[in-house]
């Protein structure tokens, strides 16, 4: 059954947009830069076709870790506001500042990062959740 792509209905993709963004939103108090980086990354997962791993129940569960970080200032809420800090200075500030220009602050940067993402792989696979 490999290549075969299965059809999910638009309904369902928009409401599972809709039901992270405003989990979302809660999740980071409506913060600004933080509400556009949420809405960013939305946008960027929710373009183009689905993905073949799409799975409502990995949905479900990060509505529930949005709304659990939005009602309990605890370590959902700090792993998500980091998430967002690291999508604010990896998509717009590199672009735009002008300081640092040296090479070996982006290295420490994205090494960090890098180490970051890969905690948030680990925790997507152990709670069954799509952060990204």
């Known amino acids: 059954m490999s290549g075969v792509s299965r059809k999910i209905p638009k309904h369902v993709l928009r409401n599972s947009y809709r039901q992270l963004y405003k989990a979302g939103l809660a999740a980071v108090c409506y913060s600004i830069p933080a509400r556009y980086d949420l809405r960013d990354t939305l946008r960027r ?6 993905s073949p791993n799409f799975s409502l129940t990995r949905i479900e569960n990060t509505v529930r870790f949005f709304r659990t970080a ?5 370590m959902e809420h700090k792993i998500v506001k980091n998430l967002m800090f690291i999508h604010y200075w990896r998509y717009y500030k590199r672009k735009r500042t002008a300081l640092p220009t040296e090479e070996r602050y982006w290295e420490v940067f994205d090494s960090a990062n890098n180490n970051f ?3 948030i792989g680990l925790l997507n696979q152990s709670m069954d959740l799509d952060l990204r």
């Open 45 to 50: 997962a929710f373009r183009g076709p689905p």
């Open 117 to 119: 993402l890969e905690i």
């Open 70 to 74: 939005a009602e309990q200032h605890g």
